[in-house]
């Protein structure tokens, strides 16, 4: 492999940008409503010189108050699983782990359930409820996983495999107590899913919100690039050449289950992004965390806006749940692309 | 670590660009909210002239247009409840599931019930949504958002499913026709209160899903519906549809067993089902014979139920109606074993998958 310069994380990071871009616009033109692509260039254009009185209102629904949106969610949601799961990889240094593997996901659905019972039909509180729900388990799972003081990553691992089985057995019986459309939309809440619409009116400032803490969250993550690459050969020789282990094992930690949370309560559970993306960048780019973490952020953003244009699209008018689309679509090729590394 | 300062350099460079996008972001986005919100306040004040604002059944306040002439319905009751009040012209959508009558099934669909895509209904121009309680509670605001007004409906007993009925009239511009239809709907469950006013409430187990075994509680439109059979649940729970084990039916011993057809699994076999099934076969009521498989339509808060209303108080109560057949109209064929069979294919509405 070339050593590894500024210059290549640039143009590496310059085309998978460009991709990303690609995807988009394809995301941009899908969907259920017809709308060509002469007219969304017209709707962006218009929308960018702040001409919104030429814009069809229809076209202004469906460009600016549905796809766009959506397509900020979907890459805020591929970057942040992504960047977690590099994060849960080298803090473990386990290739099996993902961003759910803590119990982060479970612990997020249970608050869901509990302010499905406790406040039912309040606009944002299974999103904050959600949050709360993924931060009180990452703490817990972080006290149980240490060890002498240290964290330990089998104790982590096992803890959070534990809190999760917990977990799920608490939503299966909370479970049985909703009915009816409570019941369904838990359902496609614990599969994973975009199509349910922002818990808030002001769209714009809320995806301000959390693209600001995701930028904080994986920007931490970055900072400890170099250090993480000493760590995942050992944590001895890290020690040695002079990491701060327990200093990056917690931010990394923190981090990461941020990213999740961030995640979890938007969209719900979406399973193997965390886990597939940073494989693929790895196996694509090299295990250097430096040009990893970038190369993650927006490969996982792709992934999930081509899975989510895939779940609108597929058996449209009626929606798939993205969890099962990245699952679907991403197997296939993460098992390829393993076997071909094999051989 | 050879390049070290270069990455630094990099890392600087990254922060610095995260934040140059940050600021576009800011700037494009509060840049198309503000002028967003005005040119949707021209449009509504463009058509306030024609608009006039209700109370659905949710308690949210909806201005709806004076004169509505594309309305897309988004639950099942309510496309029959459409059809029923002979406004189908107005109906530009409905969902996979809305299948009767058949003639729904033709209507351009947006969707399940579950989730309907948006972008589908913005398509078909309505000028108003109407919901139901299958939907998802928070489609009115995602709807709402985009400047399409959604009037919810959520009736909890039989007469609530009439009230709601003639309100949907009313804002479709249909009062004469809803007070008719509604108004004839009531005459017939005057007619079977009174021809049961003097029995005893049957105690029956009404199968919402068979496997596992989900039944009705005390507080739901199927429950009210049964009370106008002369029927009552056995099940005394405050849930609304709790799940059973079998023992508790062993215990209660209904006095008769109602399937729906609406499974594709076992339902459609009916008494001849439960006779070959473990436990089933030894309960009092199958052995009796009194297995009762009433029409899907009872699952549905919809006009329609009150055919299968009908159909269940004939079932559980012969004795009331066996003289005179002249008074019940529609479902007076001549029963046998106490068992009636519809072939209606629908989706059940209120089980839990």
């Known amino acids: 492999m070339r050593p590894l310069t500024p210059k290549r994380i640039l143009w590496t990071c310059g085309w998978l940008t460009a991709l990303l871009f690609v995807a988009m ?3 941009l033109r899908m969907g259920a409503y017809p709308i060509s692509v002469p007219d969304i260039v017209k709707a962006l254009f218009n929308g960018a010189i702040g001409h919104w009185q030429e814009i069809p209102s229809e076209h202004q629904m469906v460009v ?25 990889q080298a803090l473990l240094r386990n290739p099996l782990a993902d961003p ?93 899913d975009l199509s349910s619409p922002p818990p808030v009116t002001n769209v714009v400032g809320w995806l301000g919100f959390l693209f600001t803490v995701f930028l904080i969250a994986s920007g931490a993550i970055y900072t400890t690039s170099s250090d993480l690459n000493l760590i995942l050969t050992g944590e001895e020789e890290a020690r040695h050449l002079g990491v701060n282990v327990r200093r990056v094992k917690l931010v990394v930690y923190v981090s990461a289950s941020i990213l999740t949370g961030l995640a979890v309560s938007v969209s719900g559970a979406v399973g193997f992004v965390g886990l597939l993306v940073p494989h693929l960048m790895r196996m694509l780019f090299g295990t250097d965390h430096r040009i990893l973490i970038p190369a993650s952020v927006i490969g996982g953003a792709i992934a999930i806006v081509i899975a989510d244009t895939l779940a609108r699209t597929v058996v449209a008018p009626t929606e798939v749940p993205v969890g099962a689309m990245t699952a679907l679509a991403g197997a296939p090729v993460f098992i390829y692309l393993m076997r071909r590394r094999v051989r | 670590m050879r390049g070290d300062k270069k990455f630094r350099r990099i890392e600087e460079w990254v922060a610095t660009a995260s934040a140059i996008v940050l600021v576009v972001c800011f700037i494009a986005t509060s840049a198309h909210a503000a002028p967003q919100n005005t040119a949707r306040t021209n ?18 306040k909806v201005t709806v247009p004076m004169e509505v002439r594309r309305v897309v319905s988004l639950a099942p009751n309510l496309t029959e409840a459409i059809y029923a009040l002979g406004l189908e012209d107005k109906l530009v959508g409905d969902t996979d ?31 108003l949504v109407v919901a139901g309680a299958i939907n998802q509670w928070d489609i009115e605001r995602a709807l709402e958002h985009l400047g399409i007004p959604v009037y919810g409906t959520d009736p909890q007993t039989v007469e609530g499913m009439l009230a709601s009925t003639r309100k949907v009239a009313n804002i479709l511009g249909a009062d004469a026709k809803g007070a008719e239809v509604v108004g004839q709907l009531q005459t017939r469950l005057d007619v079977l209160k009174a021809k049961l006013a003097d029995r005893p409430l049957a105690h029956v187990l009404f199968v919402v899903w068979m496997d596992p075994l989900i039944t009705t509680g005390q507080d739901t439109f199927i429950a009210d519906a049964l009370k106008w059979a002369g029927a009552e649940s056995v099940v005394m729970s405050s849930q609304k549809w709790p799940h059973l084990s079998f023992e508790e039916v062993v215990r209660v011993q209904p006095e008769y067993i109602v399937l729906t057809p609406d499974h594709q699994e076992s339902n459609a076999a009916g008494l001849a089902d439960l006779r070959s099934r473990n436990g089933w076969k030894d309960l009092q009521a199958v052995e009796e014979g009194h297995v009762v498989v009433i029409s899907a339509a009872i699952n549905r808060p919809s006009p329609g139920m009150i055919d299968a209303i009908e159909q269940a108080a004939h079932a559980f109560h012969p004795e009331a109606f066996g003289s005179d057949s002249t008074q019940s109209e529609a479902h007076a064929e001549p029963q046998l074993e106490s068992t009636v069979q519809l072939n209606v294919n629908s989706e059940c509405a209120a089980c839990v998958h």
């Open chain 2, 43 to 60: 449009a509504a004040e463009a058509k306030s002239s024609a608009m006039r604002t209700v109370v659905d059944d949710n308690d949210r």
């Open chain 2, 97 to 127: 599931v809305c299948d009767t009558p058949p003639a729904a099934k033709l209507k351009p669909h947006v969707g399940g019930t579950m989730n309907p895509n948006l972008e589908a209904i913005v398509a078909l121009h309505p000028d």
């Open chain 1, 64 to 88: 600016f108050g549905l796809r766009l949106p959506r397509i900020a969610l979907e890459i805020l949601v591929g970057a942040s699983l992504s960047v977690a799961g590099v994060g849960f």
């Open chain 1, 100 to 192: 759910y593997v803590l119990g982060v996901s479970s612990g997020a659905a249970l608050g869901a359930i509990v302010s499905l019972i406790a406040v039912p039909h309040t606009p944002g509180a299974i999103q904050v409820a959600a949050f709360l729900g993924a931060a009180v388990t990452i703490a817990a799972v972080y006290f149980l996983g240490r060890r002498g003081g240290q964290l330990d990553s089998a104790t982590l691992l096992l803890a959070g495999i534990a809190a999760t089985l917990f977990l799920s057995a608490a939503i299966i019986c909370l479970m049985t107590t909703l009915t009816g459309r409570d019941l369904r939309g838990m359902a496609f809440w614990l599969m994973g």
């Open chain 1, 25 to 27: 616009v394809v995301a």
